[in-house]
C-alpha cells in the first residue's frame, strides 16, 4: 500500500479530480490522478493489466466462480471431466432420480427393481422394499 505525502496531495490539488458517488480514484502507471465510474449492476471489480476495471458476465472457476451465467433448475453442480475446470449441472426433474457416478461421469438415474425388492419413487423420497425371501424360523442371539 502506497503511502501519501505532501507531494501526492499538492498533485490531486493541481489537477482536480471530479468523481460521483460510487467512483473510484486510483492512479495510473505514470502516477496520474484518474477517475473510473461506477460499473454497472452486477458487474465485479478486478485488475486489468495492472488497474480495476469493471467486468461483467461469468466468474471463471479459477476465480472463485462457476464459469456459468445461468444454471439449469433442479439440478446439482458437478466438475466436468474435459480437463477445462468447468462446472455442470445434472438437473433431478424426475421423482426419485439420485446422482449415480460413472466412468462417463455423474448421472441423474433411478434406481431399478430386482427380484422380490420393489421400489417406490416419491417426490422427495425413494422406498424400498423386500418380499416373499425365505423364511428360516431361526432366532438369533447376539452378545
Known sequence: MADFTSAHVREISESPLWAAAGDILY???DDAGTVL???DTNAVLQVSGGLPAWSTGAL???SGGTG???LTDKA???SQDSGTDTVGSVA???SGQV???GSS???AATLTEGANVTITNGDGSISIAAAGGPSLGLVMALS
Do not use: C, F, R
Request: hydrophobic share 50%.
Open 76 to 78: 446439482v453442480l458437478i
Open 68 to 70: 456459468a451465467t445461468t
Open 92 to 94: 433431478l426433474t424426475t
Open 105 to 107: 461421469g455423474p448421472q
Open 37 to 39: 465510474t461506477i460499473g
Open 27 to 29: 492512479a495510473t502507471a
Open 99 to 101: 446422482i449415480i457416478g
Open 60 to 62: 471463471a472457476v479459477d
